[in-house]
């Protein structure tokens, strides 16, 4: 079973007050410096203060990099750039040219030093370095790093004299923006899920059609979504049943999502996608709702965007990327809070679970609205996986919760948990 994650995004200058967190003083209040503490609280979540600079410098669009979810594995990069990894390492997803099985505690990535974000797959992983170069491991990728590999347990760097600022990985390709918001992908295109308006795979990475630039992009399994420079949402690839915008087949090429709506952030799972709409911080959701993941209170499939219940306002919102009718979502507030729904079969959405849903012919426990994940606050990122979420803190921090078969909550054992559990290892994350 696929279960697929991340979202790389960029931000700009109407950064959500949770992800300034660092910023803020002990009583919460921003300094009169803003703007000087804006771009040094990105620096040092990004890049531990140290000075990246060139032309493919990180910046802000690798911030929520920092922290990424797929069905049985999680990764994160420390606040100093050195990249770890937890959990299966079924598919080589670990980065680590030791045959290591399950790993239930964080393990270094093989030259994981000096990294800006990770965005990792349950079979295919890539990380951004500070030079603004990605480099892949894993499977699933045709022709890794451009050449005839299609399997490794170490990362291969990526042929591009492209500079990247964010990476994205979806179910046998990758996508990612450069410096000016252009996006680029790469991989398997039998969807087209590329954006090069064809089918054809592609080794290198290749310039999505249409020409538009993009603050951050999202790849789900097969379908891609990006919140262009104007705010608008754009969706190209196979379209899933019910389609993400809203018609049968977002098709090879970049393909507006119906409405007005403007939107900061946005990320797609294997059958839905989630935004934030810029300014107002609400969230909206569409696509499938088998098991209540879209948050309106309703199983109903949505063609277009919905608003989410409960009138929150929201940093960001994550979608499991998972291949499978099961699957939850989960949002961080600007106030640090965090809330998940959708299915939750193994705790993963952090509260119990008072009704059931009907999905394929089972009932599953299930939460149709957000529900808060109690005794965790300060939350800066959150991303989910297919059974399991996890959330880094204020404290720089990582909690994480739900399965745990494969050690992907990172605490030492292979003990499941319905309430978040720290991280082992006294890492410090950004």
């Known amino acids: 079973m696929s279960r697929l994650l991340h979202d790389s995004q960029r931000y700009d200058s109407a950064i959500p007050r949770a992800l300034l967190s660092p910023c803020l003083s002990a009583n919460g209040a921003v300094a009169l410096r803003i703007r000087v503490l804006v771009a040094d609280c990105i ?4 890049l531990g203060c140290s ?43 670990l980065g680590s040219s030791a045959n290591l099985g399950p790993v239930p505690q964080p393990n270094p990535i093989d030259n994981g030093a000096s990294l800006a974000m990770v965005s ?10 500070r030079a603004g170069a990605v480099s892949c491991w894993g499977t699933a990728i045709p022709s890794l790093g451009g050449t005839s590999t299609t399997f490794s347990d170490v990362p291969l760097i990526v042929s591009s004299a492209t500079k990247f600022t964010s990476v994205t990985s979806g179910s046998g390709f990758v996508c990612a923006l450069d410096a000016g918001g252009s996006a680029y992908c790469w991989g398997r295109n039998a969807f087209g899920n590329l954006g090069t308006g064809d089918s054809v795979t592609r080794v290198v990475p290749t310039p999505v059609a249409g020409n538009l630039t993009f603050t951050t992009i999202s790849a789900g399994l097969v379908d891609v979504c990006g919140i262009a420079t104007s705010g608008a949402a754009y969706c190209w690839g196979a379209g899933d049943i019910p389609p993400l915008a809203g018609m049968s087949n977002t098709g090879p090429t970049p393909t507006r999502v119906p409405g007005s709506l403007r939107f900061s952030s946005i990320s797609v799972g294997g059958l839905t996608a989630c935004a934030v709409e810029a300014g107002t911080n609400a969230g909206f959701c569409w696509g499938a709702n088998f098991d209540g993941k879209l948050g309106d209170g309703t199983q109903e499939p949505r063609a277009e965007p919905t608003p989410v219940s409960g009138n929150h306002r929201f940093a960001s919102i994550r979608q499991s990327r998972a291949n499978s009718t099961v699957s939850h979502t989960c949002g961080v507030t600007t106030d640090g809070s965090a809330y998940c729904w959708g299915g939750n079969t193994k705790g993963q959405v952090g509260s119990a679970s008072t009704r059931t849903c009907v999905v394929g012919g089972s009932a599953v426990p299930c939460t149709l609205e957000p529900a808060l ?11 989910a996986g297919l ?19 494969t050690g992907e909550l990172g605490d030492g054992t292979t003990t499941s948990s319905a309430a978040p559990v720290l991280v082992k290892g006294g890492l410090r994350f950004p």
């Open 43 to 46: 620096v040092f979540a990004v």
């Open 51 to 93: 000075d990246a600079t060139g032309p493919g410098a990180p910046n802000a669009t690798t911030l929520d990099g920092a922290l990424t979810v797929a069905s049985d594995v999680t990764c994160a990069v420390t606040a100093n750039g050195v990249g770890y990894c937890w959990g299966s390492d079924a598919n080589g997803q």
């Open 120 to 129: 990792v797959t349950n079979t295919t992983a890539c990380r951004l370095d």
């Open 373 to 383: 994940v109690p005794s965790l606050a300060d939350v800066t990122r959150i991303d």
């Open 387 to 405: 059974d399991h979420t996890c959330a880094l803190t204020r404290q720089h921090e990582i909690r994480c919760w739900g399965d745990n078969s």
